[in-house]
């Protein structure tokens, strides 16, 4: 089966432009989920999605931030504008089910530079 | 809140030999799920192996096991027979079963080199 795609595999801006990520899951995944992960850390949820609704956005900067999930499947995650700390590796990971044990398949990320 | 440490940044293993890459959690919850991904240069991060916290019997994937001592909140790693190809980065993680807006908490990694 095809994995988890996203699009672009890297990215550099200058501080205070817009960019946006954009992931396709695997099919008939209903939760998706958006990390970021800083040089040196584990990844951090910013998002989860169940289908097209929000269930956890607790981590993710609203006043720059956004994402969305149109039709349950393939979900865009914007940042604007772009701050220095952003640069990082954007995750899309989805899950068939609603968490739990089940496993969580990971997209290859977008790098994110921000100059 | 849960918290997950890996005490370890790097760790390096011979080929064929056995590595324990250290793991321990911080958490309330009585019931939850244990993870280590792997993360290659470049590469998507991949589940490895994962435990159930009810589960006293430790969880076994080919040459991974784990030692998971739910008292003492540690989740340690052991890979047996080392290869090359084992070197990545590796992530423990948590997810309490509180539903389905329970998250996955990670810790920072330990870095693994294989040398020949």
């Known amino acids: 089966e095809a994995g988890v795609a996203q699009s672009p595999r890297y990215k550099i801006i200058e501080k205070r432009q817009s960019v946006a990520f954009w992931c396709n899951p695997i099919?008939?995944?209903?939760?998706l989920y958006w990390y970021q992960q800083i040089l040196g850390q584990g990844p951090k949820l910013l998002i989860q999605?169940?289908?097209?609704?929000?269930?956890?956005d607790s981590q993710l900067p609203k006043d720059r931030f956004s994402a969305e999930r149109l039709k349950g499947v393939d979900s865009t995650l914007k940042i604007q504008p772009a701050k220095l700390e952003d640069s990082a590796v954007y995750l899309c990971?989805?899950?068939?089910?609603?968490?739990?044990?089940?496993?969580?398949?990971f997209g290859p990320g977008t790098r994110l530079t921000v100059l | 809140a849960q918290t997950v440490t890996q005490s370890q940044p790097e760790m390096s293993v011979q080929e064929a030999e056995t590595v324990t890459l250290s793991c321990t959690y911080d958490?309330?919850?009585?019931?939850?799920?244990l993870f280590w991904y792997k993360q290659p240069p470049s590469r998507q991060m991949i589940l490895v192996i994962r435990?159930?916290?009810?589960?006293?019997q430790n969880a076994t994937e080919n040459r991974f096991s784990v030692n998971f001592q739910k008292a003492a909140k540690s989740f340690s790693l052991k890979i047996s027979d080392s290869q090359l190809g084992d070197a990545a980065m590796y992530f423990c993680?948590?997810?309490?079963?509180?539903?389905?807006?329970?998250?996955?908490?990670f810790g920072t990694g330990t870095r693994l080199q294989v040398t020949l």
């Open positions: 958490t309330s919850e009585s019931d939850y799920y």
């Open positions: 993680a948590y997810r309490p079963n509180t539903g389905t807006a329970s998250k996955l908490t």
């Open positions: 099919s008939g995944h209903a939760t």
């Open positions: 999605f169940q289908n097209n609704g929000v269930v956890d």
């Open positions: 435990q159930e916290a009810y589960k006293q």
């Open positions: 990971a989805t899950v068939e089910g609603r968490g739990g044990l089940d496993t969580q398949y």
